[in-house]
């Protein structure tokens, strides 16, 4: 158990629907990551939070967003979602800001039908 | 751009070695990582490497030669348990902010 929590496990929904996904991280970790795994793809890193603040970004679509709140959990928002958008989506906690080692969480499966 | 390969699978027998080779090619090096991820599970820590040279941690030991692009993990005395895909993660830094990026993983089945 790396200690960074997600919500919820598995999330299915319809083409052009809205969903969020949480993420708390490790007790002490200031930054918050959001990664999507799909089948033919690699780990893709979509963006990163520090302390509240957006600290780097990745391959990460117009329709999505993420925040980091004062308690430093983090919602990852999807919209219009399409079937490519069915992934495992992760989220990694590391305790500063220069993605030195990120602990995981257990991940979200989304499935888009 | 950003290029990391690593076999997409590999075989091997219980209590043997394996290597699992990843070569990049990437701006902005700033260390390396591999992950071990059990099917449907989160990535795990197994190790990093920014200097030259090989890392020791147990059963497993990565290598890193930078002017090369080169590392490999090396795992030994393999148990079924290692059945698992190997991530290798290139860790840049660019515009201002270090990511990682992965590679697509190394599929490993070992087999009794």
């Known amino acids: 158990d790396s200690g960074v929590t997600q919500t919820p496990k598995h999330l299915i929904t319809a083409t052009g629907q809205r969903v969020t996904l949480r993420c708390s991280p490790r007790?002490?970790?200031?930054?918050v990551y959001w990664y999507q795994q799909s089948l033919d793809q690699g780990l893709q890193f979509l963006i990163q939070?520090?302390?509240?603040?957006?600290?780097a970004k990745g391959n990460i679509l117009e329709r999505f967003s993420a925040q980091q709140f004062p308690d430093l959990h983090s919602e990852l928002n999807l919209s219009s979602l399409e079937l490519g958008d069915s992934a495992l989506y992760f989220c990694?906690?590391?305790?500063?800001?220069?993605?030195?080692?990120?602990?995981f969480g257990p991940g979200t499966r989304l499935t888009v039908t | 751009g950003q290029n990391i390969d690593q076999p997409t699978e590999m075989t091997a027998t219980e209590g043997a070695i394996v290597q699992i080779n990843c070569t990049y090619q990437?701006?902005?090096?700033?260390?390396l990582f591999w992950y071990q991820q059990h099917a449907g599970e989160a990535p795990t820590f197994l190790s990093y490497n920014v200097l030259d040279g090989l890392e020791e941690k147990g059963r497993f030991s990565s290598f890193l030669s930078r002017s090369k692009g080169y590392s490999y993990l090396l795992l030994k005395e393999l148990q079924m348990k290692d059945s698992a895909s190997y991530l290798c993660a290139v860790r840049v830094f660019s515009g201002g902010y270090n990511k990682l990026i992965f590679g697509a993983g190394t599929r490993l089945a070992v087999h009794p």
């Open positions: 939070y520090y302390n509240g603040e957006e600290r």
């Open positions: 007790s002490g970790d200031l930054s």
């Open positions: 990694a906690s590391s305790v500063g800001a220069a993605s030195y080692e990120q602990y």
């Open positions: 990437t701006s902005g090096f700033n260390g």
